[in-house]
């Protein structure tokens, strides 16, 4: 198994655990932005110190980094904060495999935000699966409520966040990319490693200055909450770094279609661990968004 591959599943599985984790603190505790801030509090100082250690252990000078690497890690470290507070709010709007069956739109639209940013393109087949992926968004669209989908069912909070969560997920993808291509180093881990210690920190800051601003009292919620926080900021470091390495190895559209084992991991969470109830059409709506994946992933 190629090394890309092997840690894009291990990403995949911490993130799930990490998501899951972010919804109980959502519902139970904190607001959707103060959820999102657990992750980078405890996660960043840790990223950091990793960062330090191993740069120190393998013999490694920081390297220059340069204008586009800031860009790009500036803006994928953004995108990545909203993407999180819209899909940390759509857990309390659907329930939790909905959620990130909405999320996982990001394996399509990734495709074109890379053509557009790097100019990495696809074939006109892989434009055919993103088509198909966008009948089973439309399946997903519809509240559980409602036995069929209706045009109007697309004018909704939690269709507008899982799709809007998808796209943000994509530019942070491709921007992380990015960011990593812009280190003059040969080693992927001290790549993705210092890029990953990079954005988290950025995040971290801007997160706690919002919260500071516009939510008085988040951040003693976030520390309050720490047992279970301190869990979430251990899951995001370890799927961060999952993600960033397998972006710097491989195309972010490679990684992200081979991610969508994410959508079986919340589907088992949803049934067995959250005991949610998915009606048919959400089935069939997942089982299509599903098969265009898998056919990005043939003709990628």
């Known amino acids: 198994m190629s090394l890309w591959i092997a840690v894009t599943l291990s990403a995949a599985f911490f993130q799930t655990l990490r998501f899951m984790l972010q919804r109980q603190l959502a519902i139970d505790t904190l607001s959707p932005q103060?959820?999102?801030?657990?992750?980078?509090?405890?996660?960043?100082?840790?990223?950091?110190?990793?960062?330090?250690?191993?740069?120190?252990?393998?013999?490694?000078d920081l390297p220059p980094l340069p204008s586009a690497f800031w860009a790009y890690a500036a803006t994928g470290?953004?995108?990545?904060i909203l993407a999180t507070v819209a899909v940390v709010t759509l857990?309390?709007?659907?329930?939790?495999?909905?959620?990130?069956?909405?999320k996982k739109t990001e394996a399509i639209l990734i495709v074109l935000v890379g053509w557009i940013v790097l100019?990495?393109?696809?074939?006109?087949a892989g434009f055919a699966a993103i088509a198909l992926g966008l009948v089973g968004v439309l399946m997903l669209s519809a509240p559980?409520?409602?036995?069929?989908?209706?045009?109007?069912?697309?004018?909704?909070?939690?269709?507008?966040?899982g799709v809007a969560s998808g796209l943000l997920f994509a530019v942070s993808g491709v921007c992380y990319r990015g960011a990593s291509l812009e280190i003059a180093l040969e080693d992927p881990i001290a790549r993705s490693s210092l890029t990953l210690a990079?954005?988290?920190?950025?995040?971290?800051?801007a997160m706690a200055l919002w919260l500071r601003w516009?939510?008085?009292?988040?951040?003693?919620?976030?520390?309050?909450?720490?047992?279970?926080?301190?869990?979430?900021?251990?899951?995001?470091?370890?799927?961060?770094?999952?993600?960033?390495?397998?972006?710097?190895?491989?195309n972010a559209a490679y990684v992200k279609a081979v991610g969508q084992i994410e959508l079986v991991l919340s589907l088992f969470a949803s049934l067995v661990v959250f005991r949610e109830?998915?009606?048919?059409?959400?089935?069939?709506?997942?089982?299509?968004?599903?098969?265009?994946?898998?056919?990005?992933?043939?003709?990628i």
């Not at 470290?77 to 990545?80: D, E, K, N, R, S």
């Not at 559980?144 to 966040?161: H, I, S, Y």
Request: with cysteine.
């Open 34 to 60: 103060g959820a999102t801030f657990a992750r980078f509090a405890y996660s960043a100082p840790l990223i950091a110190v990793g960062t330090t250690l191993y740069y120190s252990s393998a013999g490694l």
């Open 77 to 80: 470290g953004l995108a990545q």
């Open 91 to 102: 857990f309390k709007a659907r329930n939790f495999a909905v959620g990130i069956t909405f």
């Open 119 to 124: 100019g990495e393109g696809v074939t006109l």
């Open 144 to 161: 559980p409520e409602n036995m069929r989908w209706r045009p109007r069912d697309l004018v909704n909070k939690a269709a507008g966040l």
């Open 198 to 205: 990079c954005v988290t920190a950025m995040q971290g800051t």
């Open 214 to 250: 516009r939510e008085v009292g988040q951040i003693t919620a976030v520390w309050t909450a720490r047992r279970l926080a301190v869990l979430v900021g251990l899951m995001s470091m370890a799927g961060s770094f999952g993600w960033f390495t397998a972006f710097t190895l491989q």
């Open 277 to 299: 109830k998915i009606v048919p059409r959400e089935w069939l709506g997942m089982i299509v968004l599903i098969c265009s994946i898998l056919l990005l992933i043939l003709v």
